[in-house]
């Protein structure tokens, strides 16, 4: 057995399932070693694709996944899908096939390309540290929930390894909370008349935890964009915090006197800026990463901690049940004003145009509740992120944080093989779409029952309503239309075009079944004005 077969096979025994790449010379041998130890391997049409669909699989599965590339340009052209899992703590090993013949045409720094976007550089030094190296870059990525890129310079992965059994994982040190922040949290809560939890992405398996802790002293329960659906289902949740939020939740949350934000950064994103948390709020952050308390925003009590954990604790430490935010009137708002889709608009759509409102809600009607929503990035984003309803935060996959467009068909592939019994939705905009079509005949391929949701306006929307108003000229931003129904359908996809709220029939008859391929929509939506988030969008860059 040479290198290249020891590191897929040991990393098979330590639970490695699913593999996404693109194969060449320098990674054949141990993407087959890894398959012909029982892991599934996904050939997708490009890197990038590979290392965002195995971030998606990643974040909606709860289990790492490997992406495998080719040395030098296999590793360049997959390196926006990993700075965005590496921005995102997602735990990938990306493993990267490495020419280190000074003359290489493949030649580059791969070790300073992976520190370059925030991954974690590792590499197989030599026959004997083959096992012990593999297993090494693979305990990273899960203790300590890093993206890696694990080199395999081409030389060593010929040699025939020295076997070895893998070592064990390390012992994960966490520490229970203090008891004087606990102790300061339950006094902050059971004095508190209208608290507010914020939970992130550090919180989505202690749903069940602060639910029990909200209700004991009367907390409003929001999420970050990637925690939407944690509390789906709760009558007092306010759904998502931030540029999403609707405006009772905007407002709710800005009369908070106490905010809890649970493995949330309490980023701009999810603060407006800082604007949507009052001066006069006394502000939690609970998270096990001390360098992120305070990291972004103010707060008065920072606790290093499990959340489920110091959720558990301040529900102990409290005597009683307080009424808190949850008051009759309260909850009567909730009732009647608590989703984007209750809120009152008027109409946009023209002959042939359809509000992208009309065409989102009319979709959230069509389709089954179990669904695993993936969202681009875009002007248009807002829609699906706010009015498709999802059934808890494993159903929905929002790959924002290098708010790079392209990733969404991506991430909905490593999501929907990531939740089989859900229906897979895609939701891009024209332009993302088109940058990331290579990955639809993936999805055709693996034959997928996919609904993919082109918001279709013709252009970069973002560009066009920022810079549009001030009288900036936008050619380059605006395409000629393009019929991207007629497109789908040469990759064996369904697809149609719409207009109007009544195209959407053929949609509502794939959606009944068998979904034997998936369905494009090429919905040609209004263009008239900047989704409502787009002013806090360009304010952060």
């Given amino acids: 057995m040479n290198v290249a077969e020891a590191v897929g096979t040991t990393l098979a025994e330590l639970g490695a399932d699913h593999v996404f790449g693109?194969?060449?010379?320098?990674?054949?041998?141990?993407?087959?070693?890894?398959?012909?130890a029982g892991a599934r391997f996904v050939a997708t049409r490009h890197e990038s694709g590979a290392a965002t669909a195995a971030d998606a699989y990643a974040r909606v599965s709860g289990r790492p996944a490997i992406v495998t590339v080719h040395?030098?340009?296999?590793?360049?052209?997959?390196?926006?899908?990993?700075?965005e899992a590496a921005k995102s703590r997602t735990p990938m090993l990306v493993l990267a096939a490495e020419a280190t013949a000074p003359r290489s045409n493949f030649r580059v720094d791969q070790s300073a390309l992976a520190e370059a976007v925030g991954a974690t550089p590792l590499r197989v030094r030599s026959p004997e540290t083959a096992v012990e190296d593999a297993a090494r870059a693979w305990h990273?990525?899960?203790?300590?929930?890093?993206t890696v890129v694990l080199n395999l310079p081409l030389d060593v992965q010929a040699a025939p390894a020295v076997l070895a059994a893998p070592p064990g994982a390390p012992a994960v040190d966490r520490p229970p909370p203090p008891d004087s922040s606990v102790a300061a949290v339950a006094e902050l809560l059971a004095s508190s008349a209208r608290p507010v939890f914020i939970a992130g992405r550090g919180a989505v398996d202690a749903g069940a935890e602060l639910s029990a802790l909200a209700s004991c002293c009367g907390a409003l329960p929001a999420t970050s964009a990637a925690a939407k659906g944690l509390f789906a289902g709760d009558?007092?949740?306010?759904?998502?915090?931030?540029?999403?939020?609707?405006?009772?939740?905007?407002?709710?949350?800005?009369?908070?006197?106490?905010?809890?934000a649970w493995g949330s950064s309490l980023n701009m994103w999810t603060t407006r800026h800082g604007a949507l948390v009052s001066p006069s709020a006394r502000v939690v952050q609970v998270d096990l990463d001390e360098s992120a308390l305070g990291a972004h925003h103010r707060i008065d009590v920072g606790v290093v901690g499990d959340v489920a954990a110091t959720a558990r604790a301040v529900l102990a430490s409290l005597s009683g049940t307080t009424v808190g935010y949850r008051r009759p009137a309260v909850r009567s708002r909730l009732a009647a004003e608590s989703r984007w889709r209750d809120v009152p608009y008027a109409d946009d759509g023209d002959d042939t145009h359809i509000d992208p409102?009309?065409?989102?809600?009319?979709?959230?009607?069509?389709?089954?509740?179990?669904?695993?929503?993936?969202?681009?990035?875009?002007?248009?984003?807002?829609?699906?992120?706010?009015f498709l309803s999802v059934p808890d935060q494993r159903g929905f996959c929002f790959t924002q944080a290098f708010q790079s467009i392209g990733l969404g068909l991506a991430s909905a592939l490593g999501a929907a093989l990531a939740s089989p019994d859900r229906l897979p939705v895609a939701?891009?905009?024209?332009g993302g779409f088109l940058m990331a079509i290579a990955e639809l005949e993936t999805i055709r391929r693996l034959s997928l029952g996919m609904l993919i949701v082109v918001y279709n306006d013709n252009a970069y929307g973002a560009e066009v309503h920022h810079f549009g108003p001030h009288g900036h000229p936008l050619d380059t931003v605006v395409f000629p239309e393009t019929d991207l129904a007629a497109i789908a359908r040469g990759y064996g996809c369904e697809a149609v075009t719409v207009r109007d709220a009544s195209d959407l029939a053929p949609v509502t008859a794939w959606a009944a079944g068998p979904r034997t391929?998936?369905?494009?929509?090429?919905?040609?939506?209004?263009?008239?004005?900047?989704?409502?988030w787009l002013e806090e969008a360009f304010r952060g860059h």
Avoid at 22 to 36: D, E, K, P, Q, R
Avoid at 140 to 146: G, K, L
């Fill in 357 to 386: 409102r009309t065409l989102t809600i009319a979709l959230d009607d069509i389709l089954p509740a179990e669904r695993m929503v993936a969202v681009d990035s875009g002007n248009f984003m807002g829609y699906p992120s706010m």
């Fill in 235 to 260: 009558p007092w949740a306010l759904d998502v915090s931030g540029g999403f939020a609707t405006p009772l939740a905007a407002a709710l949350i800005a009369e908070a006197d106490v905010v809890v």
């Fill in 427 to 430: 939701a891009c905009g024209d």
């Fill in 140 to 146: 990273v990525a899960v203790t300590e929930r890093r």
């Fill in 71 to 83: 040395q030098g340009c296999g590793l360049t052209n997959a390196m926006t899908g990993i700075a």
């Fill in 517 to 532: 391929a998936p369905m494009v929509i090429d919905a040609k939506v209004t263009a008239i004005r900047p989704s409502w």
């Fill in 22 to 36: 693109v194969v060449g010379s320098g990674n054949f041998h141990v993407t087959n070693a890894l398959l012909a």
